[in-house]
């Protein structure tokens, strides 16, 4: 008899405890599900310039959860899920480390979106290029164990260069195993490495293996306000130049609309492709969006030897609006004179 109640009493433990690893321990996998798509005057404001605009203009966000078994299985039951491998989401990152590089995205993104909305309203700005964010660091990069998440590089072979692109060039027109010199930026202090370049599998270029976002200042006599909370990337940029511009402005041009969108914003005003599109359209489309911004880039050599059939972001947005049968609009733009030209002729 006790022995039974032994058996039983190991059988209802195994069962909890096997219940409590199904639903909290993670596996390395995490799963993409539609966000929310909320006010960007929430996160970013001009004091000085009070909104005259009637009307909102939405960024949009997916959630991001590292998936137990409980969860994994769960996201067959829902829409527009999707399960990304541990390795593709943070590579050899943990999620702390994760968290960070989006922060320096996020950081990048408002930079560049304060700096064209001054522009565009004629305001005084200044914007100094201090080098690039270090964000990830492949495993057969030379300078793996050098440098860290989060170190910034200010030179290259002993120069400095005024954007990213330069710093790319510089790099790419090394040989293969050729020795560089990388002078970065650690807490304020500088640091001298050297290693020697490899060539890229993705690109086929010379790189030194790290993937990277811009690290700027931007300075203005106008005030502008921004709290993110925990939101991180760089996809918000184009909603949040528009948001800036049309309070700097003080120019009604979103007429009463309910305006989403996403992309990502450069120096120069043009928008850059995101991930989770479909995802986005979802969550606009919920939010009572009428109109939905959307990259419209020629997809990438890389991506097209990765895979044929790939998309670019306007048409996966086209296709699942399409899909979930909303009226919502979707608008192609390459430059964020693109969004503006369409708000201010369309009604």
Request: net charge positive; charged share 20%.
């Amino acid at each position: 008899m006790i022995k039974k109640q032994w058996l039983k009493f190991i059988f209802i433990f195994s069962g909890i405890i096997l219940l409590i690893l199904c639903l909290f321990y993670p596996i390395p996998y995490y799963i993409e599900i539609p966000g929310k798509a909320v006010p960007v005057s929430d996160y970013v404001k001009v004091p000085k310039y009070k909104t005259k605009a009637n009307g909102t203009f939405r960024l949009v966000y997916v959630n991001l959860m590292h998936a137990t078994l409980a969860t994994y299985v769960w996201s067959y039951t829902q829409n527009y899920a999707t399960r990304i491998s541990a390795d593709e989401v943070t590579g050899t990152d943990n999620d702390k480390q994760y968290n960070k590089v989006q922060e320096y995205y996020m950081d990048d993104a408002l930079n560049e979106a304060k700096y064209v909305a001054l522009k565009l309203a004629n305001k005084k700005v200044k914007r100094t290029y201090e080098g690039i964010y270090v964000m990830s660091i492949l495993n057969n990069s030379n300078f793996r164990g050098k440098l860290k998440v989060g170190d910034t590089i200010i030179a290259i072979n002993g120069k400095h260069y005024n954007s990213t692109q330069g710093f790319m060039h510089a790099i790419e027109s090394l040989n293969n195993h050729e020795k560089i010199k990388v002078t970065y930026e650690r807490a304020t202090k500088k640091h001298v490495i050297s290693g020697r370049t490899i060539k890229l599998e993705q690109t086929g270029k010379v790189g030194i293996g790290i993937t990277l976002a811009n690290r700027s200042k931007v300075t203005s006599p106008v005030k502008i306000v921004t709290h993110m909370d925990s939101l991180g990337g760089p996809s918000a940029g184009l909603m949040i130049t528009l948001q800036l511009y049309s309070q700097l402005s003080q120019k009604d041009f979103l007429k009463g609309r309910n305006v989403a969108g996403t992309g990502t914003i450069s120096a120069d005003g043009s928008v850059g492709d995101i991930g989770g599109v479909d995802k986005k359209v979802v969550a606009s489309a919920r939010a009572g969006a009428t109109i939905f911004f959307v990259p419209n880039n020629a997809v990438s050599k890389a991506e097209l030897n990765a895979d044929s059939s790939a998309k670019n972001n306007y048409e996966i947005a086209k296709e699942t609006a399409k899909k979930i049968g909303t009226k919502m609009k979707i608008v192609p733009v390459k430059n964020i004179s693109d969004a503006i030209k369409y708000l201010k002729n369309k009604n």
